[in-house]
């Protein structure tokens, strides 16, 4: 299985500052099709997960313009350019090429 | 507007069955595929299986294959899982989440999300 390996797994930051994740995939998420498809996901305190940003960069209708996606290849970022107190939660990669799908172990957020 | 509603879960011992329900509306569910995905209590998620508009394709977890079953009624907008044998191993809440629309890659999908339906297998 394709292993998705985030970090940190713990991120306390304060109000108002940048937060960075790192998600890397054992293999190349680069589809046939030239789209390399992995995803982020939200999961706030109590609730399901929700789709931030797919296709590496692609931010979903309703998700701030804080949130942004970059990579390539085996190794993908997610920033928060400001930390609000909605954000509280854990994310999660995914890669969507491989069977079986493969989610990060988690990136618990918190503020300081 | 999109909706996912999850049901079917309970208490179940150990070697056990249940069948898991995800009722789909505000989309045409038979132009979507769909995936179901577990998440054991603190723990991160675990995808288990998906099925494509037609059916004529299933993929499983391999820790399932042969366990669970996943199946769709698509007259009746309804998703299944029938889970058999289970495992303490099992005990999870389970959603169930869009897949990719008719005509796209399995790669997409996963953009809506039901609130999830409890699976606790105990003695």
């Known amino acids: 299985d394709v292993v998705m390996t985030q970090s940190p797994l713990s991120l306390p930051v304060t109000l108002g500052q940048p937060a960075s994740i790192s998600c890397t995939s054992s293999?190349?998420?680069?589809?046939?099709?030239?789209?390399?498809?992995l995803t982020w996901f939200q999961q706030r305190p109590g609730q399901s997960p929700r789709r931030l940003i797919y296709?590496?960069?692609n931010r979903d209708s309703g998700v701030p313009d804080r949130f942004s996606g970059s990579g390539s290849g085996t190794d993908f970022t997610l920033k928060i350019s400001r930390v609000e107190a909605e954000d509280v939660g854990v994310y999660y990669c995914?890669?969507?090429?491989?069977?079986?799908?493969?989610f990060g172990q988690g990136t618990k957020l918190e503020i300081k | 507007q999109v909706q996912l509603v999850e049901s079917g879960g309970g208490v179940v011992q150990p070697g056990g069955s249940l069948r898991l329900s995800c009722t789909a509306s505000?989309?045409?569910?038979?132009?979507?595929?769909m995936h179901w995905v577990r998440q054991a209590p603190g723990k991160e998620l675990e995808w288990v299986a998906a099925?494509?508009?037609?059916?004529?394709?299933?993929d499983y977890l391999d820790s399932v294959r042969g366990r669970f079953a996943i199946s769709r009624d698509n007259s009746k907008n309804t998703l299944y899982l029938q889970m058999d044998s289970l495992r303490a191993e099992d005990t999870a809440l389970y959603y169930c989440?869009?897949?990719?629309?008719?005509?796209?890659?399995?790669?997409?999908?996963?953009?809506?999300w039901g609130q999830g339906t409890l699976v606790t297998v105990s003695s």
């Open positions: 989440a869009r897949g990719a629309a008719q005509g796209r890659t399995m790669a997409e999908g996963f953009d809506y």
């Open positions: 296709k590496v960069s």
């Open positions: 505000g989309f045409t569910f038979v132009t979507y595929a």
């Open positions: 293999q190349s998420l680069l589809y046939s099709d030239g789209n390399t498809y």
């Open positions: 995914m890669q969507g090429i491989y069977w079986p799908r493969t």
């Open positions: 099925i494509r508009q037609d059916e004529n394709k299933k």
